[in-house]
């Protein structure tokens, strides 16, 4: 038969071989589900960065579609109604009649300046009137602080304006005609330009579509903005979206009369990106733009079709229930049952090798037991059948012996069947009415004779207002309780100097009180906790006495306990051990 370490050992090894691969299983589908979020997040990102672009597009429309639909001659703070789609848009001639340009009274919430280039490279302002018609501007179109702010900021973009990088964007002005046109028209879609030599990826695909469609909408939005048709000597007259440093311009070259002019607008980029992010704001609240240099390299994905900028879409916020996920709940449930299992099972190797080793305990105590009282038997019944023994007094004291012997083996055999029957849930209770005087009158005689036996004294005092008091018991198992309690003290405090055994019985109003106690060497505290486990015995060794099984107080608290009662040490007294057995009055 194993031993215990061994059946623990055994269950350890079984437990590591079951729990490696469980836990190997558990990280993998952890694993694979974090990987499957992950790709989930990352299809939900796409798709609302996807639809940020579209929105963002789909908002910048409107403003370029205004812009786009202003005819040249509004980049002047007052042009001749008659001449103004022709050669003479410079030169006003005497008596015409001016009007002013709508980008002198209009204030619009996104552009900074409207600006125009001319041959010469000279930069103006239709927000900024020249001293012949300023005086004009100022009684009824303008103010004093807009023409200023407009003057400061004309300054400011000629400080600022690459020149270079729009001639790049724009194409030569000196260029054909016919040559113009294709530069004109590879500027004014440079995006377009871009995603004819990419890849047919998702992102080109997604971009290319965002720019038709922008497309559409400027085109549409320009023709109903015109209030008269362009004039046919007008080339590529689409503006273009052109960083310049961090200014962000929509310039175009118009050409009239073989004049060519460079056109646009300043936009005001910082509140652009304020509003274009608030937009987006409930798709991707970490949201950035960064400006696209026109040399770098860029992801069609994520870049705006109406502006060279970039998105940068930030993390999205994670989900609510990433935490109860169907599998971390069913790993989880797993790992519960597994754990209830190995606790079981723990259970029942701990109950079986308890059990084991309490049999073994017993059958070594039971032999132990039984052997000293056999071999007596058979000693003294040899030598009284074999007639050895003539002696009257010294046979009478070997049939002495040998009741006392058979007297232990019946109170040995008691306890074990006691007990049995107790754990197997039969035992039998004849409970009846009884007065406290009466029960023990029934074994007072027997525990003084018993006490003079151990050569001890026997002292029994019972309370007046307990002698009357009435239980509903069972008298044997009672007698049973107090005769292990008397044994005991006959045994373990035989070698006391004060030899006495005491029985003092007092009530309350709903139980009666029996306190037997002796004046022993005591029970160590240590092994008070492990005093009335079944076949536990003392690890000090009774007087004139065998150790004995180790049922005596287990069997007498379980029938304290049966009946309603208990049975406890009293860890308070000073000298000796003093048992409380407690039973409830009727």
């Keep these: 038969m194993l031993r215990p370490r061994h059946v623990f050992v055994v269950f350890g090894l079984c437990l590591v071989v079951v729990t490696v691969p469980m836990a190997w299983i558990s990280a993998t589908a952890l694993r694979l589900e974090a990987a499957d979020a992950e790709s989930r997040r990352q299809a939900a990102l796409e798709e609302n960065i996807r639809l940020a672009l579209w929105r963002m597009d789909s908002s910048l429309a409107s403003i370029l579609a205004l812009e786009n639909g202003r005819p040249y001659s509004a980049y002047q703070a007052f042009y001749p109604v008659e001449s103004a789609y022709s050669e003479s848009l410079n030169e006003f001639g005497f008596g015409e009649v001016l009007v002013p340009s709508p980008l002198l009274t209009d204030v619009s919430k996104y552009v900074l300046l409207h600006f125009q280039y001319d041959s010469k490279g000279g930069i103006t302002s239709p927000q900024v009137p020249n001293p012949r018609v300023r005086a004009a501007a100022l009684a009824r179109y303008t103010t004093a602080d807009r023409v200023a702010t407009a003057v400061r900021r004309l300054r400011e973009l000629g400080r600022r304006l690459d020149r270079g990088a729009v001639a790049v964007a724009l194409g030569r002005m000196e260029m054909e005609p016919a040559e113009q046109s294709e530069g004109a028209a590879a500027t004014a879609n440079p995006v377009q330009t871009s995603l004819s030599r990419s890849s047919d990826s998702r992102g080109s695909i997604e971009r290319q579509a965002r720019s038709r469609n922008m497309q559409q909408i400027v085109q549409s939005q320009s023709l109903m903005n015109r209030i008269v048709p362009l004039p046919l000597e007008m080339r590529g007259t689409v503006l273009a979206p052109i960083w310049s440093g961090d200014a962000l311009l929509l310039a175009r070259r118009v050409s009239v009369a073989g004049s060519p002019r460079v056109q646009g607008c300043w936009l005001d980029w910082p509140a652009m990106k304020t509003a274009m992010l608030s937009e987006i704001a409930d798709l991707l609240p970490a949201a950035d733009l960064q400006p696209l240099a026109s040399d770098e390299a860029d992801d069609a994905a994520r870049v705006l079709a109406a502006l060279p900028v970039r998105l940068v879409p930030g993390q999205l916020p994670p989900g609510r229930g990433d935490a109860w996920s169907p599998i971390g709940v069913t790993l989880m449930l797993a790992w519960a049952a597994m754990l209830l299992a190995v606790v079981a099972v723990a259970a029942l190797l701990f109950g079986t090798v308890t059990l084991s080793e309490r049999r073994a305990a017993f059958v070594s105590a039971v032999t132990h037991e039984l052997r000293t009282p056999l071999t007596t038997f058979r000693l003294y019944t040899e030598l009284l059948d074999e007639g050895r023994v003539a002696d009257e007094p010294k046979r009478r004291r070997y049939i002495h012996t040998l009741r006392g012997e058979a007297d232990r083996l019946t109170h040995l055999v008691e306890n074990v069947l006691s007990y049995a029957q107790l754990e197997r849930g039969n035992a039998v209770s004849n409970a009846e009415p009884v007065r406290v005087r009466d029960l023990l009158d029934r074994v007072s005689e027997r525990f003084a004779h018993r006490a003079v036996e151990a050569r001890m004294s026997w002292k029994m005092q019972i309370d007046p207002d307990a002698a009357d008091a009435l239980l509903r018991v069972d008298a044997a198992a009672v007698e049973r309780i107090l005769v292990n309690l008397v044994e005991n003290a006959c045994k ?21 009180v029996l306190r037997v106690r002796d004046r022993g060497p005591g029970i ?63």
Aim: hydrophobic fraction near 45%.
């Design 524 to 586: 160590a505290p240590a092994e008070a906790r492990r005093l009335f486990r079944p076949f536990h015995r003392s690890a000090r060794k009774p007087a004139n006495a065998s150790a004995g099984v180790g049922l005596g107080l287990a069997l007498s608290r379980r029938l304290a306990r049966n009946m309603g009662g208990d049975l406890r040490l009293d860890a308070s007294t000073d000298a000796g051990a003093c048992f409380v057995l407690t039973l409830p009055t009727v």
């Design 492 to 512: 373990y405090a035989a070698t006391a100097k004060d030899k006495g055994i005491s029985l003092h019985v007092s009530a309350d109003a709903r139980s009666v």
